[in-house]
């Protein structure tokens, strides 16, 4: 866990665009834990703030490209400002399919104080694969990336 921590903070710290760098992170983790198949960033859309939109994500394209607070485990976790680890998505009603490949899901908000501005999705190919190890390790990225996701949301409303 160490080394991926290093690794994220290095990137966040580092060059490039907010976008780049979340993108790197997405990538740092899809490559380095082999239960994660799909790694995305989801951002609370400043113009419409029940309303989650796709950021930078590695894994195949999903039709889920905005998402409502309530819907999906990924609304649920924004409106509920809660982790969500679901090890078997065959047991959820309210759950939002983006490939028959994926057999669980987990999902760490991002926080700025007490307001969710987004959240880390990781989809994987494994029943039941999560463990208190992948919800310390997303939960500090989460915290290590909070400020990009605020620069990218500032960035919006200044237009
Ligand atoms: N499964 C999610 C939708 C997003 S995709 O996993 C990328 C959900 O139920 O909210």
């Known amino acids: 866990m160490e080394r991926i921590l290093e690794e994220v903070e290095r990137i966040v710290e580092g060059d490039g665009s907010p976008e780049e ?6 990538r ?10 799909w790694v995305g960033f989801y951002i609370v859309d400043t113009r419409d703030e029940g309303m989650l939109y796709l950021g930078p994500y590695v894994g195949a394209p999903t039709e889920h490209v905005r998402i409502p607070f309530g819907k999906g485990i990924c ?4 409106a509920r400002k809660e982790a969500f680890i679901i090890q078997d998505v065959a047991r959820e009603d309210n759950y939002l399919s983006c490939s028959i490949n ?7 908000p991002v926080m700025d104080g007490d307001e969710v501005i987004g959240e880390l999705d990781i989809d994987s190919h494994s029943i039941s694969p999560f463990r208190d190890w992948d919800r310390s390790l997303l939960e500090a990225i989460c915290c290590m990336v909070s400020p990009l996701i605020r620069e990218i949301r500032e960035r919006v409303l200044g237009n």
């Open 102 to 108: 994926v057999r669980s899901e987990i999902v760490i």
């Open 21 to 26: 760098r979340l993108h790197y992170v997405c």
């Open 28 to 37: 740092t983790l899809e490559r380095e834990v082999p239960h994660y198949d």
């Open 75 to 78: 609304g649920q976790a924004a």
